[in-house]
C-alpha cells in the first residue's frame, strides 16, 4: 500500500508548527502569566476610610484613621474617625456605639460644666466638646470607662473638622436619655 505524499506532508506539518506559531503561544503564556501574578498581588479594594460600626474599639487603632480636613460633609467627619464605634449621635446613620455617653452634649455639657469634680480648662460647651476630643483624661464621664476614648484625634482632626465637631455637638438635645 502506497502511502500518498500530499497527507504526510500535511501530518508532518502538523507535527512541527511553524516557529512563528510557537513564538506566539510563548509570548502568550507570558502575558498570561504575568497577569496572573499581579493580580496575586493587587490589594483589595479598600472599602474606604470608613470604619465599620461592628469593628470592637479595641480594634480601633490611628493607623487605621484617616486625616480628616473638615471639608467633609459632617456625617463623613464623624464616620471617618470612628466615633460612632463607641458613641450615639444624634442625626448621625450608625451612630449607636454604646462604649462612651450618648453625644447629646446640649444637655450634658452643661451638667459636665457644672460638676464639682470637673478639673478641665473649658468654660463653654463648645470648648468642653473640643477638650473632650484632644485631652479625653482632661475629665472622665462618671459611669464610663477612662483611658478607652483615642487620645490621638488632635492628630487626625484638622482644626476646622474639631469646630465642626463641636459645633454640631454643642446643639444635641437628642431623644436619647442623657447618661
Ligand atoms: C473607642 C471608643 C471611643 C471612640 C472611638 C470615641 N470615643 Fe468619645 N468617649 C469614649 C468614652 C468611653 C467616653 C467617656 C469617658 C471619658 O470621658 O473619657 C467618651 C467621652 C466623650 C465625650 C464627652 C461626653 C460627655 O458626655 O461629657 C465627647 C464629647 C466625646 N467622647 C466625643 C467623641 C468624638 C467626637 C469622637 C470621634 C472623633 C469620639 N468621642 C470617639 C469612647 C470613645
Known sequence: M?????????????ATPPPERAA?????????????????????????P???????????TAEMIPLVSGDEPIVEVFTKVGCPVCHVIPGIPGANG???PPLTLGVTGVQRLADPTYRGRAST??????????????????GYPE?????????????????KIAEYLEHQTGNVPAK
Open 2 to 14: 502506497q502511502v500518498d505524499p500530499s497527507e504526510s506532508s500535511a501530518s508532518s506539518s502538523r
Open 24 to 48: 506566539i503561544m510563548i509570548v502568550m503564556g507570558i502575558v498570561l502569566l504575568y497577569a496572573l501574578w499581579t493580580l496575586r498581588i493587587e490589594p483589595a479594594p479598600s472599602a474606604g
Open 50 to 60: 470608613v470604619v465599620s460600626v461592628n469593628a470592637g474599639p479595641t480594634s480601633l
Open 98 to 100: 454604646q462604649v462612651g
Open 125 to 142: 460647651v463648645h470648648e468642653y466638646v473640643v477638650e473632650s476630643v484632644v485631652d479625653p483624661a482632661a475629665f472622665v464621664v462618671p
Open 147 to 163: 483611658r478607652t476614648m483615642p487620645v490621638w484625634y488632635g492628630a487626625k482632626l484638622s482644626a476646622l473638622a474639631l469646630e
